[in-house]
């Protein structure tokens, strides 16, 4: 299945305008970050206190919510299982005594619904310290996640090129994900870290799709300069890259929509990111190592001529 037949896309050709795209992407990031003082970061993150309800009858979510707006909580995170009745609210460290939120909540509860009508089954506080613990582990898996990832492009193809291009991609990913929930004032908790970890994932396996193309093709196509290898190679990936791109987001949809609110942000996460992957699998990674092997060309040509 094909959705372009022999497509002849100059991206090569157009690199500086998909770099001036990406480089608009990534400072309207920036941008958002820096004036609300960095990401909204999840209970998970800045320590607060959890507490596990569940109710005798049917009860929804936003019914929930208003009540927890109505008494104080207007920040809080909301997570319900389906078909259980059950609630984990989630609700940041405030200037009330962590001690004492619990015993709020639960009041505002029986206010609402009255007593009895639900059982609080677990309470627990993240304090900072262990929020802290838990954004440095966050930081060294995405870190560490990219580093291994160098190292295996970089042995598969034998060029640093292909890794180090490969990351900045998934760099980039990450970059404008992170930014765009920036902008959309929603948190990063755990469940959005492991969303990025996937997506990370799903973008490089995008990019070595390409990778491998331009390998074959550099062996059949040796009367072609680089650019029009990687041009041709790009082409030659690119239905199977957006018919994958196309699947996966029809799926992501489905669950962003008809999800519910437990994996509404995560879904998010992962269609905005997987969108962002497959632009950078095509105008980014492969024009980063063209522009990485036609630099170095002109640096030994230059050294061999003052040689």
């Known amino acids: 299945m094909q959705l372009f037949h022999k497509s002849n896309i100059n991206f ?19 941008v958002s970050l820096i004036a609300k003082g960095g990401p909204r970061l999840g209970v998970d993150f800045t320590g607060g206190s959890l507490i596990q309800v569940q109710f005798n009858q049917v009860t929804s979510t936003a019914e929930v919510r208003k009540t927890l707006d109505e008494n104080g909580f207007a920040n809080s995170e909301i997570q319900s299982f389906l078909d259980s009745n059950v609630f984990i609210i989630r609700i940041q460290k405030s200037v009330i005594p962590m001690t004492e939120v619990a015993n709020k909540v639960e009041q505002s509860l029986k206010t609402k619904w009255g007593e009895g009508s639900f059982t609080v089954e677990r309470t627990e506080m993240v304090g900072p310290r262990v929020g802290e613990a838990l954004s440095e582990q966050a930081l060294w898996a995405i870190i560490l996640s990219w580093i291994g990832i160098i190292v295996y492009v970089a042995f598969r193809f034998k060029s640093t090129a292909h890794g180090v291009a ?9 970059t404008i994900t992170v930014g765009f929930f920036s902008i959309l004032n929603k948190e990063i908790s755990l469940t ?6 996937t997506l990370i994932g799903y973008s490089i396996n995008d990019t070595i799709v390409v990778y491998d193309r331009i390998r074959e093709n550099m062996r059949l196509l040796r009367n072609k300069s680089l650019g029009e290898v990687i041009n041709i190679s790009i082409n030659d990936t690119l239905s ?10 029809v799926v992501l949809v489905s669950l962003y929509v008809w999800g519910g609110e437990v994996i509404h942000d ?42």
């Open 166 to 174: 490969g990351v900045v991609a998934l760099i980039h990913d990450v």
């Open 192 to 197: 959005i870290i492991a969303a990025l970890l």
């Open 240 to 249: 199977r890259t957006i018919i994958t791109a196309l699947t996966v987001i």
């Open 12 to 30: 090569i050709g157009k690199r500086w305008l998909f770099f001036t795209i990406s480089a608009i992407m990534i400072m309207a990031g920036i």
């Open 266 to 307: 995560f879904s998010l996460a992962l269609l905005i990111g997987v969108v962002v992957g497959t632009y950078s699998s095509i105008a980014v990674a492969s024009p980063l190592v063209y522009e990485w092997e036609t630099r170095k060309a002109k640096k030994l040509a230059a050294m061999r001529k003052n040689a």
